[in-house]
T-cell receptor, first 117, second 115 residues
Framework: GAVVSQHPSRVICKSGTSVKIECRSL??????MFWYRQFPKQSLMLMAT?????????EQGVEKDKFLINHASLTLSTLTVTSAHPEDSSFYIC?????????????FGPGTRLTVL | KNQVEQSPQSLIILEGKNCTLQ??????????LRWYKQDTGRGPVSLTI?????NTKSNGRYTATLDADTKQSSLHITASQLSDSASYIC??????????????FGDGTTLTVKP
């Protein structure tokens, strides 16, 4: 149990376009999901906390108008990178914690590799 | 400042050998420490999670230790296999965190197991 999926696994887009990444908790409901960004040879950096039914909480330095987060249901959160630029190219990972587990026991999705040309 | 430092940054070992990865932290007050394995191009997968009262926890060939007094943890890998080649990330959470995502991540140790 406690499986988190992401779609797509890889996406290549042109500069200026928008890209949507989905994060799903397959076998549990998650009121909170987390979005991370990871650059090569670096650790995960928390971008924002996605809250079901309310606005996401963004970390300092993360532009909320550029990285739109929508947590429309208890099993789905989406991250939309708007007007993508090459510097947005990165590995995006989401995570969630099942309600019956410790709040700090996160389960990560497989990640989405975004390449902006 | 809450920090998690891992060493070594990278490590190369021969298949079948054992190795130990280190994690030192200054996160306080301490809630739990987790070790993850991240294969290249994949999301992290949980190996162990330890709370303040736990000194050691095993998951197959992986054994994690925790010394909450010295704020140190280690991950020992026994009889390494080629599939153990990955990045190993140490993550520490504070008790004041209601938000699990606000854990402190180490930079990881990149392990390469060679035949």
């Amino acid at each position: 149990g406690a499986v988190v999926s992401q779609h797509p696994s890889r996406v290549i887009c042109k500069s200026g376009t928008s890209v949507k990444i989905e994060c799903r908790s397959l076998d549990f409901q998650a009121t909170t999901m987390f979005w991370y960004r990871q650059f090569p040879k670096q650790s995960l950096m928390l971008m924002a906390t996605s809250n079901e039914g309310s606005k996401a909480t963004y970390e300092q330095g993360v532009e909320k108008d550029k990285f739109l987060i929508n947590h429309a249901s208890l099993t789905l959160s989406t991250l939309t990178v708007t007007s993508a630029h090459p510097e947005d190219s990165s590995f995006y990972i989401c995570s969630a914690s099942p309600p019956d587990r410790s709040v700090n026991e996160q389960f990560f999705g497989p990640g989405t590799r975004l390449t902006v040309l | 400042k809450n920090q998690v430092e891992q060493s070594p940054q990278s490590l190369i070992i021969l298949e079948g050998k054992n190795c130990t990865l280190q994690c030192n932290y200054t996160v306080s007050p301490f809630s739990n420490l987790r070790w993850y394995k991240q294969d290249t191009g994949r999301g992290p997968v949980s190996l162990t999670i330890m709370t303040f009262s736990e000194n050691t926890k095993s998951n197959g060939r992986y054994t994690a230790t925790l010394d909450a007094d010295t704020k140190q943890s280690s991950l020992h890998i026994t009889a390494s296999q080629l599939s153990d080649s990955a990045s190993y990330i140490c993550v520490v959470s504070r008790t004041s965190n209601t938000n699990a995502g606000k854990s402190t991540f180490g930079d990881g140790t990149t392990l390469t197991v060679k035949p």
